[in-house]
């Protein structure tokens, strides 16, 4: 059976419906989202591999997802350290910062320095709704995601990849191979291109929502709120 | 070493901070509270012990705790079924109801009957703020709690008692005993007279708040939100 995956605007769509008719909450939703991420990242990096992580943050919401699984990994232990070079200034992203920031979690904005001294990195520069051209300051960034030899976990897509087609054919992220993606709700249709170890989250999406957007709710297991499946959509 | 436990007063004030210099919105914390319970609910039911559970549900913040869990626990596979006779006007029990309805999650008006087709019964019907009487229609809903032979797991307070004093001396609610609590937080003072299996949830303190409160962030293990604890403040 082919993975059943979501496009950008079927993404958008189904965000902007659990939303409204969905009667969800940002909030609750990128609460939940955040929370998934942070137990992929529990679960490919137990704390005794290294409790160091470095979460490198966009100004959109999946940077807002990056921001909520950096506290969930704090409560659990581990020392998160954000980048995030291009705060939103919505009032939710001002929060999400400030909450971290209660929990004495540093935000540095030297990228390259940052990965000296982390474990692991949580990529959540850009998700399903990037499009076109890597704008400044993040083309170094991917360019250092590509170089660096320590374990990516990419939130929703690998940053500069497009949703649809993959990786770009030349230039910044060409060959960016993260070893972890969590795609959220359900796989974009860059999945295909990606040979890592893949994850679904987001347990808060009903059957009835799910069928209408063509795709199948996963089969979560106990109180996990992700599931790993193969990029192409069978469960392991 | 006895254990810290908040006044009502003092987990008012706590709530007021974490939502003022704190910067949680109310739909972040709600969904980590009713998150918490959910867990404790599949860690002294398992699902084959009997997978359905009636959720009952007060007019205010407990109450919405209970739907919370209600919805994670339907995402687990029980399946719940909710009265919630006091339904508040306010736009995020509207919207927590709402997602309940979506997954199929039935409410009922006759807690009696429900009660004879559960295998166990969640008791989000007061919280911390309580105090005074019992007010209609909860009394009866009460004294079928006490009846019950059926394991209850009631949310931060067993309902009816007072939270600094515990059950009442006569009346409604002075035989209520249920087998498991779960504090929200911090336990509250009535702790001390309760007998069953106790719990502490919500992992989004930092220890900051908690030091300012004069608690301690319990244990948290691995990516669980809740910690069991003697009702005493032993680790279990």
Redesign the interface.
């Known amino acids: 059976m082919a993975i059943k995956t979501l496009s950008a605007k079927a993404a958008a769509a189904l965000d902007k419906e659990l939303m409204s008719t969905?009667?969800?909450?940002i909030?609750?939703l990128m609460?939940?989202a955040g929370?998934s991420v942070?137990?992929v990242v529990?679960r490919v990096h137990p704390r005794n591999k290294g409790n160091r992580v470095l979460v490198a943050c966009g100004p959109g919401n999946n940077g807002g997802d990056g921001l909520v699984a950096a506290?969930?990994l704090r409560?659990?232990g581990y020392q998160p350290t954000i980048y995030y070079p291009k705060r939103s200034k919505s009032d939710?992203y001002?929060?999400?910062a400030?909450?971290l920031e209660?929990?004495d979690v540093p935000f540095v904005e030297d990228f390259p320095s940052a990965l000296k001294s982390t474990d692991h990195i949580v990529d959540a520069i850009f998700g399903f709704s990037f499009s076109g051209e890597v704008r400044e300051p993040f083309p170094g960034v991917i360019r250092a995601l590509e170089e660096t030899k320590l374990p990516v976990t990419s939130v929703d897509a690998p940053s500069s990849w497009n949703i649809e087609e993959g990786p770009p054919k030349s230039g910044v992220g060409s060959s960016f191979h993260p070893e972890f993606l969590i795609s959220l709700t359900a796989p974009k249709p860059l999945v295909k291109h990606f040979q890592g170890r893949h994850f679904v989250g987001g347990?808060?999406v009903?059957?009835?929502?799910a069928k209408k957007y063509d795709f199948e709710v996963p089969e979560?297991q106990?109180?996990d709120q992700f599931v790993e499946t193969s990029p192409t959509g069978q469960k392991l």
Do not use: N, T, V
């Open positions: 969905g009667a969800f909450s909030d609750q609460e939940l929370l942070s137990q529990y506290r969930h409560h659990y939710l001002q929060r999400l400030k909450q209660d929990l347990r808060f009903s059957p009835a929502i979560y106990g109180l």
